[in-house]
């Protein structure tokens, strides 16, 4: 079985021209200030750092310093001296500051325990003309990467139902629930737009039964001992209907959003 690192960096590469979009419709240019907010291993903080120049400055932050020490690591390695990584909560940004020209989270705002909260902290980081460039998913009918593996999961082992209130990587899956909780926090949404994002690929469905053992391990650690082989099977069968030419390649619908603030929190 590949490792935690190795499908990070498969999804790094995949989801490169997404990373891409968010930083076009974020509108950086050279000399901008920058907080990525559940920065993780740094994307895409690293590419935004590029992006603002020597004259511009990132800050990514994410509670996880294990994974902040992967981003400072290939900070390093690319010759990046404008980007920090620092741990810190994603309900007190402000802490950090108020004069971001523009903040950035791609799929970590659907995980905080209170988005509200978190959103109002972003609010007040932004500088007045400043704007919210954030990634959710869609609902879980189409986002395969986490439905497929927890469709074939519930017949083996028993799961909470899905709750829209609680955190969840399908939390923001609808632009309803988007705007009732950016308005919360003083944001206006300006733009929502969709895009079709994959996550994971190889030759062959067993690719899939791989990477939900080493990043989706909630789901694999559910089922009991003795169902395991039929959990695998079961879960090759339905991985298969994926395939897209040679090729398996699992992912699902993001939602890009963009906002400003109306009132300061």
Do not use: Q
């Amino acid at each position: 079985m590949r490792s935690a690192e190795f499908y990070d960096e498969l999804e790094t590469r995949l989801s490169a021209p997404f990373s891409e979009r968010m930083i076009a419709v974020a509108k950086l240019a050279p000399g901008m200030r920058v907080l990525d907010v559940a920065s993780g291993r740094g994307e895409p903080a690293l590419r935004i750092a590029r992006r603002v120049g020597a004259s511009g400055s990132v800050l990514g932050v994410d509670l996880a310093e294990p994974r902040l020490a992967i981003a400072r690591s290939r900070a390093t390695t690319e010759g990046l001296h404008n980007v920090r990584f620092v741990v810190g909560d994603a309900e007190n940004v402000d802490a950090f500051g108020s004069d971001f020209d523009v903040v950035t989270s791609r799929w970590g705002l659907m995980y905080v325990a209170s988005p509200v909260k978190a959103l109002s902290s972003i609010a007040r980081s932004l500088t007045k003309d400043g704007v919210l460039v954030a990634a959710m998913w869609a609902e879980p009918e189409r986002v395969a990467w986490w439905s497929l593996p927890r469709r074939v999961t519930e017949k083996y082992a028993p799961l909470a139902p899905f709750d829209p209130e609680r955190p969840g990587p399908c939390r923001f899956g609808t632009k309803e629930r988007i705007e009732r909780d950016f308005s919360l926090a003083g944001l206006s949404v300006t733009h929502v737009e969709e895009h079709e994002v994959p996550i994971v690929e190889g030759p062959d469905a067993s690719v899939v039964v791989d990477w939900v053992r080493a990043v989706m391990t909630s789901f694999a650690d559910a089922v009991p001992e003795g169902k395991r082989s039929a959990w695998e099977a079961d879960l090759l069968h339905e991985a298969e209907s994926y395939r897209s030419g040679d090729r398996i390649v699992v992912g699902g619908t993001s939602l890009l959003v963009v906002a400003t603030c109306y009132r300061r929190p």
